[in-house]
């Protein structure tokens, strides 16, 4: 008699279970016939898969594949449910094997840490930071990622932008700045060279330059009586050229 209770409740236990399963399976299905849903993520023994449905949005899924950013949908495991296929193509996956995929997967070991940090600020407010991802290049993107209150639930939108193309642009633009520095690092030396040439040439020009205003007036002064005026024009005219000559040196120094 105890062994027939045992069996009988153990046949009400399991007939609950099946009941639940059956409603669940209700549920989902109803959910599906009105359109909630557009896609069913399943868990096997490969991992989680998802199952994208033909009554989704088509207008929204055309939006989003002709993005040249990645477009990833997480779970609150940072499981990908959804992504484009540029997303796809940057990790140089096909995307059937994208989708069901931790994200961190894709993220270079390095960054890992980086990208934790990320995903668990980006529950609470929006959050943006730059990784590098697990492909052959390294590839270094950035994530701007946004929490998305639906109707079952939190979930968060990732846009992954290729920074390469702007890496490369920040590369050549710091070669050309240190080109331009040394540019002018060359520019001063040869400044610095000028006026150092133009010091020593200005003194070597000043010294006969003041011997000749010396000695002409030397015969101005010591001879006025016995030059005619010709000559005392000449001199005049030499101290006149002289002077004239040492403005002009004073002139190439400053």
């Known amino acids: 008699m105890e062994l027939v209770d045992k069996k009988y409740k ?9 009941r639940a399963q059956l ?6 299905i109803e959910a599906i016939r009105t359109g909630q849903v557009d896609a069913i993520v399943v868990e096997n023994d490969k991992g989680h898969q998802l199952y994208t449905l033909e009554t989704a949005d088509q207008t929204y899924r055309l939006f989003i594949e002709k993005m040249t950013e990645g477009a990833v949908t997480l779970n609150r495991q940072g ?9 796809a193509t940057l990790t140089g996956q096909v995307l059937s094997k994208v989708i069901g995929t931790p994200f961190s997967d894709f993220i270079s070991p390095s960054c890992r840490q980086d990208f934790e940090r990320l995903f668990a600020g980006a529950w609470e407010e ?12 390294g590839t270094a993107v950035q994530l701007a990622i946004n929490c998305l209150n639906l ?4 979930f968060l939108s990732v846009i992954v932008t290729d920074l390469t193309i702007a890496k490369e642009n920040q590369q050549l633009l710091k070669n050309k700045n240190e080109e331009l520095e040394n540019i002018n690092k060359e520019l001063e030396q040869s400044n610095n060279d000028l006026l150092q040439f133009a010091s020593v040439a200005s003194h070597d020009l000043q010294e006969p330059l003041r011997k000749i205003q010396v000695f002409s007036n030397l ?12 000559s ?8 006149e ?8 040196i004073n002139d190439i120094l400053n």
């Open 10 to 18: 153990e046949l009400l236990a399991e007939n609950e279970e099946l």
């Open 23 to 28: 409603e669940e399976a209700k549920d989902t």
């Open 79 to 87: 499981i990908i449910l959804y992504c484009n296929s540029q997303f």
């Open 126 to 137: 929006d959050t943006r930071g730059e990784v590098a991802l697990n492909n052959t290049l």
């Open 151 to 154: 109707e079952d639930g939190y």
């Open 219 to 230: 015969l101005i002064s010591q001879n006025r009586n016995n030059l005619n005026e010709k």
């Open 232 to 239: 005392i024009t000449f001199l005049t005219k030499i101290l």
């Open 241 to 248: 050229s002289s002077d004239r000559m040492k403005q002009l």
